[in-house]
């Protein structure tokens, strides 16, 4: 290991987990200068600490001396001065991917549900985490005495304005009324037993009401939302918001651009100024043109359900192939005649070898599963398209939600005698749709509740789908998008009964409180933690 005197060690310890080991974390450091540093460090001899040292804490151009003897000073002017050394310095070698190095965690407050599916499109470096509508109630107005969701500016200087409010208050007004009472419903229906605790009975019964409840929230909901993201990723994140044509994303990326300009100033600052208005200009003309185009065939229809479109014919010997690749010293093409000449049995064994016991859903088969490609267009409600818009290793685009592919009633309110007050709202909410839509056919989504269905596509492979559907075919998951997962899985196993074969995890059943066993088990859990660090 490379070794440092007494005095270099005391000026780098503050900025690093060790200076004894090869791998090290670094800390209390500015996110400009870790990318800085890092991008430096690609194109240098030197030891990263070496190159910390020399050209940054010791370096009289970035004159950051000051901040790096531990001497308190303002944190923009060290961001600052970093930018200035990244920009004359490191620019220069014209690699974007720098702008990875270096990141930042960000919070959205008071965003609308439509807004959180735009960012969350950006599914390459970007983490996110969202308030969830299935353990928090939305049934408390805002200070102004509002109930949250999103005045639309477009709308609300428009004539459409008291349509607007009067659908959206409708929505909020049904579904605080009905908590208390689907509540009492669940609780009589399930009562609790002497094996579960209050904490999980109440926490479970709070889940089935919003499960059953949430479709009346308008997609203008107010919500909140953190992740934490790459430069490189919010440079393309902005660009895009600022070209996409609603007031909320272009006033919402303003205000990122300029939170994130006070921590990674460099890799943000081009999203909108002159080489991202032209790459705004780029975005905002493949939308008017294919707008302009689709408009011919305008129409919609179409039923709920999952339809399989497309797959791979010969997926189950593309996954045998590139199982067998890493073992094998021949090319791709001699193995594909190995195995064509295997008899199914064979190729079973190879399948069964490759994904061999899994222990838990966690154990994914290896990367021959992404070999073999599926394609599936749904329909289903706009609450449940929401939690599988979250997974990120696959394609998926939506249509714009619209009310004319009808909306889904729980059946459990029906059965509890709410089901004339959930399709009023619903109703109000479709009527002030159609006045909308004419003069904003975008803006109308607003108005839209959950409930309603959105049609959509996914395109991913094997493997994802081991830990896609697995997932969300689990017993805690929302019975809307377990039947999603486990109806995919069934066609999956229709046409590669192989692959399927090892899908191990999938939960194919039903249950009345899809959340008790999940709380039970937190239960357990927080005994366990009680025992080993003390009440």
């Not at 909308?436 to 509740?449: G, K, S």
């Given at each position: 290991m490379e070794e440092f005197t007494e005095d270099e060690?005391?000026?780098?310890?503050?900025?690093?987990?060790?200076?004894?080991k090869p791998v090290f974390v670094l800390k209390n450091l500015p996110e400009v200068v870790k990318g800085a540093l890092f991008s430096r460090y690609s194109r240098s001899a030197?030891?990263?600490?070496?190159?910390?040292?020399?050209?940054?804490?010791?370096?009289?151009?970035?004159?950051?001396?000051?901040?790096?003897?531990?001497?308190?000073?303002?944190?923009?002017?060290?961001?600052?001065?970093?930018?200035?050394?990244?920009?004359?310095?490191?620019?220069?070698?014209?690699?974007?991917?720098?702008?990875?190095?270096?990141?930042?965690?960000?919070?959205?407050?008071?965003?609308?549900?439509?807004?959180?599916?735009?960012?969350?499109?950006?599914?390459?470096?970007l983490s996110p985490l969202e308030k969830s509508t299935r353990y928090v109630y939305f049934d408390r107005k805002k200070e102004d005495g509002n109930w949250p969701y999103l005045r639309e500016k477009t709308l609300m200087d428009s004539e459409f304005a008291d349509v607007y409010a009067t659908a959206?208050?409708?929505?909020?007004?049904?579904?605080?009324?009905?908590?208390?009472?689907?509540?009492?419903?669940?609780?009589?229906?399930?009562?609790?037993?002497?094996?579960?605790?209050?904490?999980?009975y109440k926490s479970t019964i709070r889940a089935k009401t919003?499960?059953?409840l949430r479709g009346l929230l308008p997609a203008s909901t107010l919500t909140n939302m953190g992740f934490f993201g790459d430069g490189r990723a919010y440079e393309y994140l902005l660009t895009r918001m600022y070209a996409s044509g609603l007031s909320e994303m272009e006033s919402l990326a303003a205000m990122m651009q300029g939170e994130l300009g006070k921590v990674i100033?460099?890799?943000?600052?081009?999203?909108?100024?002159?080489?991202?208005?032209?790459?705004?200009?780029?975005?905002?003309?493949?939308?008017?043109?294919?707008?302009?185009?689709?408009?011919?065939?305008?129409?919609?229809?179409g039923n709920e359900g999952v339809t399989l479109v497309d797959y791979d014919k010969d997926g189950e010997r593309k996954i045998i192939i590139a199982a067998l690749y890493p073992y094998l010293g021949i090319p791709m093409k001699d193995i594909g005649i190995v195995v064509d000449a295997m008899n199914e049995e064979e190729k079973q064994a190879v399948m069964n070898a490759y994904i061999s016991e899994r222990g838990n859903r966690r154990q994914k088969p290896g990367r021959g599963f992404e070999h073999s490609y599926?394609?599936?267009?749904?329909?289903?409600?706009?609450?449940?398209?929401?939690?599988?818009?979250?997974?990120?290793?696959?394609?998926?685009q939506r249509q714009l939600l619209n009310p004319y592919l009808g909306y889904k009633l729980p059946s459990e309110l029906v059965d509890a005698g709410y089901e004339n007050e959930f399709k009023s709202a619903m109703e109000q909410a479709k009527n002030a749709y159609e006045e909308?839509?004419?003069?904003?056919?975008?803006?109308?989504?607003?108005?839209?509740?959950?409930?309603?269905?959105?049609?959509?596509?996914?395109?991913?492979?094997?493997?994802?789908?081991y830990h896609m559907l697995e997932l969300r075919s689990s017993m805690q998951g929302h019975?809307?998008?377990?039947?999603?997962?486990?109806?995919?899985?069934?066609?999956?196993?229709?046409?590669?009964?192989?692959?399927?074969?090892?899908?191990?995890?999938?939960?194919?059943?039903?249950?009345g409180l899809e959340r008790l066993d999940a709380e039970k088990r937190i239960d357990k859990k927080m005994e366990e933690i009680k025992k080993k660090y003390g009440s």
């Open positions: 060690r005391r000026l780098l310890e503050p900025f690093m987990t060790n200076l004894d030197n030891s990263l600490r070496r190159v910390l040292l020399k050209e940054f804490i010791q370096s009289e151009e970035l004159d950051l001396g000051d901040f790096f003897k531990g001497v308190p000073k303002d944190d923009r002017i060290q961001t600052k001065k970093a930018e200035e050394f990244y920009d004359r310095v490191l620019v220069g070698y014209g690699d974007d991917s720098v702008a990875e190095l270096a990141g930042a965690h960000i919070a959205l407050e008071e965003i609308s549900i439509i807004a959180t599916k735009f960012v969350e499109d950006a599914r390459i470096g959206c208050d409708s929505c909020f007004e049904t579904y605080a009324d009905l908590i208390p009472k689907v509540s009492r419903y669940i609780m009589e229906k399930e009562p609790k037993d002497d094996q579960t605790s209050d904490r999980a919003c499960d059953l100033p460099s890799f943000v600052k081009r999203a909108n100024n002159k080489y991202g208005i032209s790459m705004q200009d780029y975005y905002v003309r493949v939308r008017k043109d294919m707008n302009g185009l689709a408009g011919r065939y305008l129409g919609c229809g599926y394609t599936f267009d749904i329909v289903g409600n706009y609450g449940a398209y929401r939690d599988m818009h979250r997974h990120r290793i696959l394609t998926q909308i839509e004419a003069r904003f056919r975008n803006e109308a989504q607003y108005v839209v509740p959950l409930a309603y269905n959105i049609r959509w596509y996914m395109t991913f492979n094997a493997r994802e789908a019975i809307d998008y377990r039947r999603m997962a486990q109806e995919m899985f069934r066609k999956i196993e229709n046409v590669h009964p192989v692959i399927a074969k090892g899908m191990k995890f999938m939960d194919m059943n039903e249950y």
